[in-house]
């Protein structure tokens, strides 16, 4: 027979087929593992630049310590298992057909045994080691503990011991469970698979060597198994207990905890059973005590306490739980913040009398009118200047010093917005070194407008003027905020021509001047190396090889305020709304850090993102928190980051928590103390907008005290739904400057309002309770305000009728004259636009105070403020400023000044004037008249329409157009204007808008 003739051309070699795959699997390792480096070192170069190398090293030297010995443990367990049992294996089978189909399996087994053997424990190993590494933090917290001086009332053991033993502990004993069962289930196969474990029609043969194999991981497993047990019994203080109340309740102390450690001592006895049976060789006691324990973990553990519940605690529920409910509600207040709640009661009226605001007159001067949620457009529309420029969805309300006084200011900074540059210029230069950061905060008054319903600004304009100053004391470049995703490349050699786009050279000006970056703001990425490396990470050959990257050039990212925050302080959960402050000269966004813990005895679970959801998570305006469970909760830091060079500092601002106190002695460099706060930062802190969210969720059912009464469930309140929109989502809470019924003073605080508990949707809409708290931290360089974080919850009456939130607003939306001259406004081709619903604890009552905007329906158009609805009990009052609708509401006079009082009359266009007196009862009459005119010619037009009478319908639509016209003029004679001003879309050549005289 021949050969077939060679394929390979005469005078080739051979190919070496063989060389092949391997040189494929060497070259896609190396890839694949430069890949890798390159995300690690630029990770390094990242925490280097920010000074936070040491949270790096130690973190993953946590998680690959962890991984190692995760690893190991699993890795040894299994090999070893498989190991003993092949070493164990018989000479001879005892059935010969048994042995030949086992010898089959052997013989397909054994060229890739040795691979077998270690590869599966190898498998195994990753696994465990990676589950292992994700406990990384339980691990540290463990080695690092601090004590609470403060115990559980059952065992009497420091709390923590359940935030941070019991955890640890938990994870250990799992992870060696998990380890028992693995490699037992591997070393029982390997005996089966070489014959040291038969199945017969006698039963099942089990040689010498395995029965002392199967006995020791069966001792270990059980001794595990009763440490668990022994560990469930302080676990049940623990305990979620959906529906009813955390921690050990009667029949977890009397039934469940009692058989828990019967159950260890148990599983202790079986497990020296079998340490006995592998000495002597004989299994039945082992077997039995197996069996026994089996029952006893069904009866004890499940059978008796559910008897227990059903025939003794249920029928006398109420007296058996009294102990463990005020346990429940004493841990729980006190895991949250709610113990040192001041809670009063307050007599609310619901009589609006003449002067009733009088005591309240710095309330009333401070109510603020913008809503932070509506005039971002406003903003956007006067202080945009370019389309590369934006403001958030929600400005921020802050504090500002402004002639002495302080001043409720609505505040915001123009970020970068590189989408909205030209399809044309989105060229990779562009986006990453031309456009590279937003110009300067603008922030207006919060308790004024202009007589044309704009903001009144404090800071505006570029280059930035106003009262709070401009360009040449404060840093107004923004290269970090909250929506700059992208990265940027900047920094260049001294002298070299400036790259990157800044601002319009000034009022007027049609062309941008130019700016170098010359901070220190993120890694070198000018070296060769580096630019290799960052081009794979964000996967760009542009940023390898453009002549925009030189020997200086920096490059920034990861730039939201969170995201560094989260990145430096990992073991923090960070709160969703970060807001810029002007800071010693910077511009500084602040951000709040929460330790947190699931661990904590007897306190109630909180899921943290139904908890924190309202209206402004649900419309992205602020961040949603994850979907953890939580039942601890600290404001332990204060951080900034600054919004040119983003650098971050971490202030421990609850210093005596014993969990970031751990958190410093493992991360000891990177918390300073809150001393070094400078006295502006000190003066800009507010109380945090989740933490009081989720207190004030638990509120609703904590604020009652007594374990009767809480039983009941009798005076359960809800948080209110936001009655502006039309999802039934919660009310947000609102800051405001406010002085409370037993304060000398008012401060900036952050407020919420209860309603009756809401049962599948229903509840009466009227309030039971007020809650704020206290947000001044002073402004002292280092030293804390002792009323800062004081929670003030006022207590109202239920057999008062006060209207809540969702009355007030059907008021408002009711009233027959605030709703004509609303329809007649939305008649002028306007949106009416609801603001923020405030309530205020003043006159005696609870006033209900709302802005509304009139919005055009054109494109450039915005909102303007133009009307005030105000309301206290079942009245209602509307002007088109506040200090007028007070005025209405209380009698004709309410006996205090509101902020606007200035614009009192005024006409668009003519500041500080006001209409004449004479004529003034006639122009009311008139526009009354006119009023019913325009009623009625909307009511007659509808009917004609209906009867399919265009001809008639066209008529009363003149007739309105007429009664229109009319109405306008007897509000201009009024000093009232009914319609917004529409201002044009600023051009690039667009002044800025000047800050308006106080």
């Known amino acids: 027979m021949s050969r077939p003739a060679s394929s390979n051309p005469p005078g080739r ?106 590869g599966l424990p190898v498998l195994f190993g990753l696994f465990a080691g990676s589950a292992a590494a994700s406990q990384w933090q339980k691990v540290l917290l463990f080695f690092n503990q601090e004590q609470f001086g403060q115990t559980d009332p059952q065992f009497g053991l420091d709390i923590s011991f359940y935030l941070m033993t019991l955890p640890f502990l938990g994870f250990l004993t799992g992870f060696l469970i998990s380890i028992a069962v693995v490699a037992g289930i591997a070393g029982i ?24 194999h199967l006995a020791v991981t069966g001792a270990f497993f059980l001794l595990l198994l009763g440490a668990n047990f022994w560990l469930d019994s302080y676990a049940t203080l623990q305990s979620s207990n959906p529906g009813r109340w955390a921690g050990a309740l009667y029949t977890d102390v009397n039934a469940v905890i009692p058989t828990k450690a019967i159950l260890a001592v148990a599983a202790g006895l079986v497990a020296i059973l079998f340490i006995v049976a592998a000495v002597i060789g004989r299994w039945r006691l082992p077997v039995i005590g197996t069996a026994m324990l089996i029952i006893t973990a069904i009866l004890a553990g499940g ?50 009398t003449t002067g009733a605001l009088a005591k309240d007159a ?78 300067g905060v603008v922030a207006a008054k919060g308790n004024k407008f202009t007589a044309d319903g704009k903001p009144e600004f404090l800071l505006s304009g570029i280059p930035s003027t106003g009262v709070l100053g401009n360009d040449t004391n404060y840093q107004p470049r923004i ?100 807001y810029p402050a002007v800071v010693d000269g910077r511009v500084k966004w602040i951000v709040d850090g929460y330790t947190t813990s699931q661990y904590f005895p007897y306190s109630q679970q909180q899921q943290l993102q139904s908890a924190t959801s309202d209206s402004q998570t649900t419309a992205g305006r602020t961040a949603v928190l994850p979907n953890t469970a939580v039942n601890y909760i600290r404001n332990s830091v204060k951080a900034t980051v600054d919004a040119y060079d983003g650098s971050v500092t971490l202030y421990a601002w609850d210093d005596q928590d014993p969990i970031l106190k751990s958190w410093q002695k493992i991360f000891p460099s990177t918390i300073k103390p809150f001393t070094e706060m400078s006295g502006q930062l000190m003066s800009h ?131 027959p004259e605030v709703s004509r001259e609303l329809n007649l406004l939305r008649q002028g081709a306007s949106d009416v636009l609801n603001g923020n619903l405030l309530t205020l604890p003043v006159g005696g009552g609870l006033l209900y105070v709302q802005p509304v905007y009139l919005k ?68 009311k009459a008139d526009l009354k008249a006119a009023l019913d005119e325009a009623n009625k010619a909307i009511a007659d037009g509808q009917a004609a329409l209906a009867k399919g009478d265009f001809a008639g319908y066209g008529a009363q639509q003149t007739k309105l157009s007429e009664a229109l016209k009319k109405a306008i003029d007897a509000e201009t004679r009024l000093g009232v204007v009914p319609e917004p001003v529409t201002t044009p879309s600023p051009s690039p050549s667009a002044s800025p808008s000047p800050s308006a005289s106080k």
């Not at 006698?202 to 002392?212: K, L």
């Not at 739980?321 to 005020?326: D, G, Q, R, T, Y």
């Not at 370019?386 to 970020?415: H, M």
């Open 303 to 352: 059978v008796y306490p559910w008897v227990i519940q059903q025939f003794q605690v249920r029928p006398s529920e109420q007296t058996l739980e009294n102990k463990f409910i005020e346990r429940n509600i004493s841990m729980t207040r006190s895991a949250y913040g709610l113990d040192k709640v001041q809670a009063s009661a307050y007599e609310a009226t619901t009589t609006a």
């Open 13 to 118: 070699p051979p190919l070496r087929r063989g060389a092949l795959t391997p040189t494929l699997i060497v070259v896609a390792v190396a890839v694949v593992g430069f890949i890798f480096f390159a995300n690690v070192w630029t990770d390094v170069l990242w925490y280097q630049q920010l000074g936070f190398f040491e949270v790096y090293v130690r973190e993953n030297l946590a998680r690959i310590i962890t991984f190692l010995v995760g690893f190991i443990l699993m890795f040894a367990a299994v090999f070893y298992a498989i190991r003993i049992a092949y070493h164990a294996r018989p000479v001879y089978a005892p059935d010969a057909e048994s042995r030949d189909n086992l010898n089959r399996y052997q013989a397909q087994l054994e060229p890739v045994r040795r691979v077998v053997m270690v």
């Open 362 to 439: 710095s309330t009333a001067a401070n109510i603020r009118l913008l809503d932070p949620n509506l005039v971002s457009s406003a903003f956007g529309q006067l202080e945009q200047y370019r389309p590369y420029y934006q403001f958030p969805k929600s400005l921020n309300v802050d504090r500002y010093t402004v002639d002495g006084k302080v001043q409720d200011t609505v505040i915001a900074v123009r970020e970068l917005n590189v989408d909205n540059v030209s399809q044309g210029q989105q060229t990779w230069v562009n986006r990453h070194t031309v456009y590279t950061h937003g110009y």
């Open 685 to 815: 802190v507010r109380y945090p907008e989740d933490l009081f969210k989720v207190q004030r969720e638990l509120l609703g059912r904590y604020h009652v005290t007594d374990a009767d009464r809480f039983y009941n469930n009798v005076d359960a309140w809800s948080v209110p739904n936001d009655p502006t929109v039309t999802d039934p989502v919660k009310q947000p809470p609102f800051y405001m400057s406010l002085q409370m019924p037993d304060q000398d003073k008012p401060a900036f605080q952050l407020t919420s309002s209860f309603i009756p508990q809401v049962v599948n949707g229903n509840a009466r809409n009227i309030l039971y309770g007020f809650l704020a708290a206290d947000s001044d931290a002073g402004s002292v360089q280092g030293v804390k305000s002792e009323n800062y974080g004081q929670l003030r919850l006022l207590q109202l009456p239920t057999d008062t009728q006060v209207p809540g939130p969702g009355q007030a607003q059907n008021k408002f939306n009711s009233d």
């Open 189 to 212: 196969l390997t005996h089966y698979l070489y014959g040291s474990i038969r199945l017969m029609e006698r039963g099942i043969f089990t040689s010498r060597a395995a029965q002392i």
């Open 856 to 923: 055009s329906t054109g494109e450039t158009s915005y909102p303007t403020l133009q009307r005030v609805l105000v309301a206290f009990g079942d009245k209602v009052g509307f002007a088109p400023t506040l200090d007028e609708a007070l005025d209405e509401l209380f009698g004709g006079d309410s006996g205090a000044t509101a902020g606007d009082s200035a614009n009192n009359g005024q006409t668009p266009g003519t500041p500080g004037t006001t209409p004449t007196t004479p004529g003034t009862a006639d122009a």
């Open 479 to 578: 290269y970090f905020g909250e929506n700059t995703l992208d990265y940027s490349i900047v920094g260049a050699p001294e002298g070299a021509a400036h790259r990157e786009q800044d601002r319009p050279a000034g009022k007027d000006a049609t062309a941008d001047t130019q700016y170098t970056f010359t901070g220190n703001g993120g890694p070198n990425v000018g070296n060769w190396l580096n630019k290799i490396l960052y081009s794979i990470k964000f996967q760009s050959s542009d940023l390898l090889l453009s002549d925009g990257v030189n020997e200086k050039s920096q490059i920034l990212y990861d730039r939201t305020p969170r995201e560094r925050v989260e990145k430096v302080a990992p073991y923090l959960t960070v709160d969703g709304n970060a």
